[in-house]
């Protein structure tokens, strides 16, 4: 049957043949070549052995035997939209980030939000941490705020990352199982990590079984720090606030709709964006400095601690909407690099040793997911302002210096001798202070592990602390070693005594001694 647009025949096997005509493109291969038959394979005879030299054939099985990349090793599941940042009060007079200046400028953003333990293929509602990362295509270079729906993490150090991972994901001799919390090894690594224990009131909450991703905080978790044009620094912590408001599933309904929906928030995010409901966060930041941070027990540079609203309230300077959804989920999402050490000029780390380590992870895993130095080319990553540098070839290289000179200082010019430092609008770090002796070692201001889980425990509802009760209970019914439920009630006590006698009583145990704590809480320092 012909339609307006191409001709259906119908092969010797009854197979369906719809050709080029009309507005239908011909179909070629991945080198232009015109295709004649797309359903048969070159054979030598209708009965007889394929032929090597049938090259569509051959490049469409190579191509397709190529489609994986690796998943990522953490934040595997995720989800991602386009959008833009809005200013809405300027922050010139803290820092001299070009995206800061003009109130009413809005900037390109390109959002993926995630769960972190499972699987590419794993199910939506998942007890989890959500990633909620953000990259800005600023006029002086992207930045990459990659931030977390909890505002603060499991561990001070980062070479503890691949432990926590490892612990988290399913285990290696059964490959199960895929829930994040709910298992020997998690609780194990957490009860002799108490440092992990603020984190884990909060991901035992309602917050780690968010309604959808429109109804999430997003958080910088770190302190960072804004530069101005004189180079003074100001500490910054960031927080994304969602119109729609704070909301969460039950655990019984988190439960359903694993099963009914899988994709239950990637849908949601898909249809809010299609039918014109535009998801929309606001940008908040905490400012302080060095004499503000030092009146607290806790570090500001230890990212299992936050800084409360109540003490420091967040000044509301922005706005992030997210109004188109990707053409393609693997161009865009899948291959979108986030790296925490993409800041452009007036935007800098502070001291935090995790933030310290994850800039130097996050460039080597997408050397190795993206496969090679030139990731940057890839479109969903390539910033949207002039570049202009000598970096050259690598696999898959797109963008490679003009012209005959590739280095520089160079003596040819000025219009032909390449692009030149500008000390005026480049990055100069803050001058750090005095170097201090090599050493292995925490400090002092990082030993309390309690007292913020405690503050976070006693800021929830009744109702939401039974969610989290409820919560220690289902998770540690999974772990099968005794002491490992023990151990983890055991930093309960030191929490909440109530909460720890109820998990115990729910689990069928007696309450064990209170861990030891590495330092006082500071709830039972004597009032100064
Ligand atoms: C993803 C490392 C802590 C948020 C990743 C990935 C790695 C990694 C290797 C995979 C990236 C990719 O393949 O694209 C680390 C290390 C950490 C750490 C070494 C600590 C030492 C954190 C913290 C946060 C966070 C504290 C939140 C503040 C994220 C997010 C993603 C991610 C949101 C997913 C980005 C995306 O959507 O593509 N991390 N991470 N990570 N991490 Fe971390």
Redesign the pocket.
């Known amino acids: 049957a012909l339609s307006t647009t191409y001709a259906e025949t119908q092969g010797g096997g009854g197979e369906t043949h719809q050709v080029a005509g009309g507005e239908v493109a011909t179909l070629t291969t991945a080198n232009g070549h015109p295709v004649a038959d797309d359903q048969n394979s070159l054979r030598q005879g209708a009965r007889g052995p394929a032929l090597i030299e049938d090259t569509h054939y051959r490049e469409k099985m190579f191509h397709f035997d190529h489609e994986r990349i690796p998943e990522?090793?953490?934040?595997a599941r995720?989800y991602g939209a386009h959008g833009f940042f809005e200013l809405t009060d300027s922050l010139a007079d803290v820092s001299r980030a070009d995206v800061f200046q003009r109130v009413g400028e809005r900037t390109p953003a390109f959002v993926?939000f995630?769960t972190v333990a499972g699987s590419k293929g794993s199910f939506d509602l998942a007890r989890d941490v959500r990633?909620?990362?953000v990259k800005m295509y600023t006029q002086e270079g992207n930045w990459d705020l990659?931030?977390?729906n909890i505002p603060v993490?499991f561990?001070q150090d980062?070479i503890k990352?691949p432990d926590l991972v490892h612990s988290v994901k399913p285990e290696p001799d059964r490959a199960f199982p895929q829930a994040a919390s709910a298992h020997d090894n998690f609780w194990d690594f957490v009860s002799l990590t108490p440092e992990s224990f603020h984190m884990i009131m909060w991901t035992m909450s309602d917050r780690a079984i968010p309604r959808s991703f429109r109804t999430m905080e997003g958080?910088?978790?770190?302190t960072f720090r804004l530069v101005d044009a004189k180079g003074k620094s100001t500490f910054v912590k960031f927080h994304w606030k969602p119109k729609a408001g704070l909301q969460s599933v039950c655990w019984n309904e988190a439960v359903k709709i694993n099963g009914a929906d899988p994709d239950f928030h990637r849908r949601d995010l898909w249809d809010a964006i299609n039918s014109g409901d535009f998801p929309e966060w606001q940008l908040g930041v905490q400012l302080f400095d060095e004499k503000f941070a030092d009146k607290f027990d806790f570090d500001v540079l230890d990212?299992t601690k936050l800084i409360p609203e109540e003490i420091l309230p967040v000044r509301i300077v922005g706005r992030l909407v997210l109004d188109r959804v990707v053409d393609n989920f693997f161009a865009e999402t899948e291959q979108?690099?986030?790296m925490t050490q993409n800041v452009p000029p007036g935007i800098d780390f502070s001291n935090d040793p995790?933030l310290q380590?994850?800039n130097f992870?996050?460039l080597d895993?997408?050397l190795k997911?993206l496969g090679g130095p030139n990731f940057t080319h890839i479109p969903i990553n390539a910033p949207k302002c002039p570049m202009a540098h000598f970096q050259q070839d690598g696999h898959m290289a797109m963008r490679n210096p003009k012209g005959r000179v590739n280095y520089e200082p160079n003596s040819w010019g000025p219009f032909d001798g390449g692009p030149r430092e500008d000390p005026a609008r480049g990055f100069t770090s803050v001058p750090a202070a005095e170097p201090e002796p090599k050493i292995r070692a925490r400090p002092e201001s990082f030993a309390d592990h309690y007292s913020q889980a405690r503050l976070f425990f006693s800021s929830q509802t009744p109702i939401e602390q039974k969610h989290i009760g409820d919560a220690l209970v289902f998770e540690l019914s999974k772990v099968e070693r005794p002491d490992i439920r023990a151990r983890t009630v055991s930093h309960l006590r030191n929490i909440d005594e109530m909460l720890a006698a109820k998990v115990a009583d729910g689990l069928g145990f007696d309450l064990p001694k209170p861990a030891q704590a590495a330092r006082p809480t500071m709830m039972d320092l004597p009032a100064s």
């Open positions: 990522r090793v953490v934040h995720g993926r995630s990633g909620f990362a990659v931030g977390n993490f561990i980062p990352f958080f910088g978790v770190h990212a979108v690099a986030f995790l380590g994850r992870s996050y895993t997408q997911r």
